[in-house]
């Protein structure tokens, strides 16, 4: 028979839950504020006057870094107020060594490409940057879509494959278009800068202001380009991970020159706070942050125009004028299925393919919400769910495929598992989709 734990051992038990706990199983997550990294970012805060750490760094099984509450906080309760001095932005650049490089340059360079330079700097100089504290908890890499192994962009759904690859020639242009500035800043760098300023370095920044910075205004500088300046690393505060539940507002507060964000919901001690980017689904998260959020409501399963036109029939006189129409009504994007089925814009668009000839006069119709013929409302649910039908098989039939690689490519496991959950997810969509497509069908006259 086992020995019955004591009063102690309960008493340390409850101790070490109030250290490493989350809401749901305090034990799950652990406190890992101790660590040398954040110990010297708490520091060097503490050096710019942000001294309110209730939030502690600690790590969440199934979801990693994170910020917890040492205390309970309640509706319209500041979660962080960072000073403006702790914040990296255009302003910290320009009035930086980079500062007189920078004003100097023609054709001007972008907020962003400054702000790219200045981070590449300040890794190069380690100890010597004054940033190094919060350099050192920044990611040494991203899963974001300049860093995607081609042989998984090819395993995405069709729309976000063609954003990954839009996204990964941004970031490799902007490396070309920076090269000559890159060169002028020789005179700082004791080694050649086109061993600093390497693509593997821009792309490194690039992610990191992209997937990291808070929306901030800032005024328009004489000496950077007119593309908008809204950039601004936040140290401590971008280890706070989104959740698309999370009800928060954020924003510059002019009166305290403080970065705050406050939420509109209680949240209790030591569960792990979390921010919202946004009503993004999964896919624009992937695509802008590098990671997938569970339980997304938001999400969505696009239908491309090439698959749907896959579905339509080419002997169809009126589906050229179909198509137009659609194009001109802005009609033949952002068709979808969500948790509750297809878009709203997905089946009117179907409705408009599916008028017959007679029909045709009628179409304009359509996008105010009004009935055409049982007819049509039958052809087009019959053409939602081929469409689902569809997604369904090629996403099994890629799931084999990302399977298969699991096995046999280690180093690119953490993309792999994105391109899953990604996959997965749609799945249970689509499965959805179809449920709620068949249940419409047995409602319509015949």
Not at 150 to 176: A, C
Not at 247 to 253: I, K, P, R, Y
Request: glycine letters at 4%; proline letters at 5%; a positive charge.
């Amino acid at each position: 028979m086992a020995k019955r734990k004591g009063r102690a051992h309960r008493r340390r038990r409850r101790r070490q839950r109030r250290v490493s706990g989350r809401c749901k199983d305090p034990s799950d997550a652990v406190n890992i504020s101790q660590e040398s990294v954040y110990v010297q970012l708490r520091k060097w805060l503490k050096g710019k006057d942000f001294t309110d750490f209730h939030l502690v760094p600690a790590s969440f099984p199934g979801i990693g870094r994170g910020l917890m509450t040492t205390k309970a906080l309640q509706p319209g309760e500041l979660i962080i107020a960072l000073p403006e001095q702790c914040l990296l932005s255009t302003t910290t650049v320009l009035g930086s060594y980079l500062g007189e490089y920078i004003k100097r340059w023609k054709p001007r360079l972008s907020p962003l490409q400054a702000l790219c330079a200045f981070l590449i700097a300040e890794r190069h100089f380690g100890r010597r940057s004054p940033w190094k504290p919060y350099i050192d908890v920044l990611p040494n890499s991203y899963t974001c879509p300049a860093y995607f192994a081609e042989e998984l962009i090819r395993l995405l759904p069709s729309p976000l494959m063609k954003k990954f690859r839009e996204q990964r020639n941004t970031v490799q242009g902007l490396h070309l278009d920076s090269k000559r500035f890159f060169n002028s800043l020789q005179p700082l760098f004791s080694e050649s800068v086109g061993n600093i300023f390497t693509y593997d370095a821009l792309r490194w920044a690039w992610c990191s202001v992209n997937t990291r910075t808070v929306y901030m205004e800032h005024k328009k500088s004489e000496f950077l380009s007119r593309e908008p300046d809204v950039y601004a690393l936040a140290p401590y505060l971008d280890l706070l991970n989104h959740s698309p539940a999370a009800q928060v507002s954020a924003a510059f507060n002019q009166q305290s020159r403080c970065y705050e964000i406050s939420t509109s919901t209680r949240c209790r001690r030591h569960e792990q706070v979390f921010i919202c980017y946004g009503a993004h689904d999964n896919q624009r998260l992937l695509l802008e942050y590098g990671f997938v959020a569970t339980t997304n409501l938001h999400s969505a399963v696009y239908v491309d125009k090439d698959i749907l036109c896959n579905h339509l029939s080419p002997t169809d006189k009126l589906l050229t004028g179909k198509l137009s129409f659609l194009q001109d009504n802005g009609l033949l994007e952002n068709l979808t299925f969500g948790h509750d089925g297809p878009s709203w814009r997905l089946l009117t668009a179907l409705k408009v393919l599916c008028l017959r000839a007679e029909e045709y006069p009628l179409r304009k119709n359509i996008p105010l919400g009004l009935y055409v013929s049982d007819e049509n409302e039958r052809s087009s649910l019959e053409l939602a769910e081929s469409l689902c039908l569809q997604l369904m098989n090629e996403n099994q039939q890629l799931m084999q495929q990302v399977s298969k690689l699991t096995e046999d490519r280690a180093e690119i496991l953490e993309q792999l598992q994105l391109v899953i959950a990604l996959r997965r997810e749609e799945l249970r969509i689509l499965q959805a989709s179809i449920e709620m497509l068949q249940n419409m069908r047995a409602i319509t006259p015949r």
